[in-house]
């Protein structure tokens, strides 16, 4: 083969085809909070009787389904995201994973993990099945091209892991557990909705009907706000319920206190910085409190 031969061919490959890649397509980050919520959901319910190996595998389950949901999202997604410069240097668009190769990447690790969590009880398997149907067909392939309104039923989805990992401890859904993945769904504006209002010009460029877009910034801050504080009040509610460790539930309620704040603060003086505040600050209450919740469980 002559070099110029070989440069073509070389040109022609999906660039860095790498295991890096493939990691980026699950969405590391997004999927290890989610996991998060799970993982402190049996450990609220199974404490002190913890079963290591079942959380271990029910775990393992849920990480599959979810991460190639999130991977067969992003094929899906792809010709939005090559148009937004937030998204446009993601391995898909920006060819560095061939499409075949994701979609089976995906429908391989979710199916996986599906089954596996048919070997639990049927439950559990509905549950995580449920959050796989809502996010990728109801969500991604549905509505999200067609309403603002697909924040909701794609919020469900993300308050799936949480139940799950109720579900897996305790054998089936339960108030507290219902409490447990309302507050991640109420939770869910403050970081998808902060985000549509930092990129909401490259979301109109996409053509993506997102909140900002169509019912005006005011209006989505104010659903931040509410959303928010309902979130705080519901998994208040739940460590409430459990009876977790006193000190657990003050930080708890500190830790909501302080995003209601922040959120109402940026109602009342709205900037970009205080939005991308709410962004930042939305994850790591989301991760604080359900530590407080396994936390406070344990103590």
Sequence with gaps: MSDSTASSA??????GSTLANYIALTKPKQTALLLATAVGAYVLTASPNLDWVRGAVGMLALGLAVSGCTVLNM???RDIDAMMGRTAARPLPGGDVDVRAATLFGMVISVAGVVIAAFFSLTFWVVVGSGLFFDLI??????KRR???????GGISGG??????????LGHVDLVGILLAAGVVLWIPSH?????????????EADVPVWPRIYGADATRRVIAAATLLAAIVLMTAGVLEHIALPALLLLGILGATICG????GLVRPSERTNWLLFKGASVYMLGAFV????GAIL
């Design 160 to 169: 799936m892991p949480a139940l799950a990992g109720r579900v897996l401890a």
């Design 138 to 143: 109801v969500y991604t392939m549905w509505l």
């Design 192 to 204: 998808i909705l902060t985000l549509a209002l930092r990129y909401q010009a490259e979301y109109a």
């Design 262 to 265: 922040l959120a109402v603060y």
């Design 292 to 295: 407080c919740l396994t936390f």
């Design 147 to 153: 309403t603002p309104l697909s924040i909701l039923f």
């Design 10 to 15: 070389t040109a022609d490959m999906p660039r």
């Design 75 to 77: 094929v899906l997604d």
